[in-house]
Structures are given as structure tokens and as C-alpha cells.
């Protein structure tokens, strides 16, 4: 049975959207990834272009907010969080949750100057999760997956 994760950031509108893409893609064989935000955003469209240039077309999905998972009664083996720490303090307690993980990244949202500025550290918060991501496989997954993603 696959382990399930619940990626949470502020909005799920970048984030936790990422790497809900980038787990199900690497170890979707034994995760089941899904992500949501301390309360519903709007997808960040540099985001979406960032993400497509690796080949993950977020433009259909829609944000989510946790209350949704807590009313629904679902149950995770993971909770990670993938914003700032005191956002991170925001994030409900889940029954059932075997482990909760704390990933800081920087927040896609808050990035400051050029439409190409702001793309260019999109792309570097994006690598970062996918290299976290591929880190977190390595040490759960029983199979760890190859390289190119």
C-alpha cells in the first residue's frame, strides 16, 4: 500500500504544489502525494512556468486548504510542511500522522523585481524542492529513483 504525504505551505499556491508534482513523479510507485495550504490561494503563474519547463503542467490544478483533508478524515503517514518555520507552527494537528517533516524554502509569492528576476529564483526554489524531494525518496523509498527528473 503506498504511504500517503500531505505537502502544506500558506496558500498551496506554489510550494507544496511542487512538490506534491515532484514526489508523485519520483516515488509515485510508493507515495501518494497530495498538498494543501494553511488556507486556499491562487495558483502562482510564474510557478506554473517554472514547473513546465520540466515537464509538470500545474495549470489545471486548483488550490486546496487542509481544513478540507481534516473534514474529509484523511489520514497521512507524512505531513510536510514547506514553508517558513512560524507558518509552519500554523499547520493542524492530523490523526494518525507517523511523521511530520519541516522544509523551509522561500516563498515563490514574495519574490521582489524583473519578471526574468523573478523566474530565474523561482527556478532556483523549484530545484531546491526537486533536490529535497529526491533526498526524502533516497531515504524512504525501497527503490531509489534515477537521476534525470
Known amino acids: 500500500m503506498k504511504k500517503r504525504v500531505l505537502f ?52 489545471a ?14 489520514w497521512f503517514q507524512f505531513i510536510i510542511t514547506v514553508c517558513d518555520e512560524a507558518s509552519a507552527e500554523r499547520c493542524p494537528i492530523f490523526p494518525g500522522v507517523s511523521r511530520r517533516l519541516h522544509w523551509s524554502f522561500a516563498d515563490p509569492s514574495a519574490l521582489t523585481g ?18 529535497r524531494v529526491r533526498r526524502f525518496c533516497a531515504e524512504e523509498c525501497a527503490v531509489v529513483p534515477a537521476a534525470g527528473a
Do not use: W, Y
Open 114 to 131: 524583473t519578471p526574468k528576476e523573478k523566474l530565474g529564483s523561482t527556478r532556483e526554489i523549484r530545484d531546491a524542492i526537486l533536490a
Open 8 to 59: 502544506v505551505c500558506i496558500h498551496n499556491s506554489a510550494r507544496s504544489q511542487m512538490a506534491e508534482a515532484f514526489l508523485n513523479d519520483l516515488c509515485g510507485d510508493q507515495f501518494e502525494a497530495q498538498s494543501a495550504g494553511l488556507e486556499a490561494g491562487r495558483l502562482n503563474p510564474v510557478v506554473v512556468e517554472a514547473m513546465g519547463e520540466l515537464g509538470h503542467d500545474l495549470s
Open 61 to 74: 490544478n486548483r488550490t486546496k486548504s487542509v481544513v478540507e483533508f481534516l473534514r474529509a478524515g484523511t
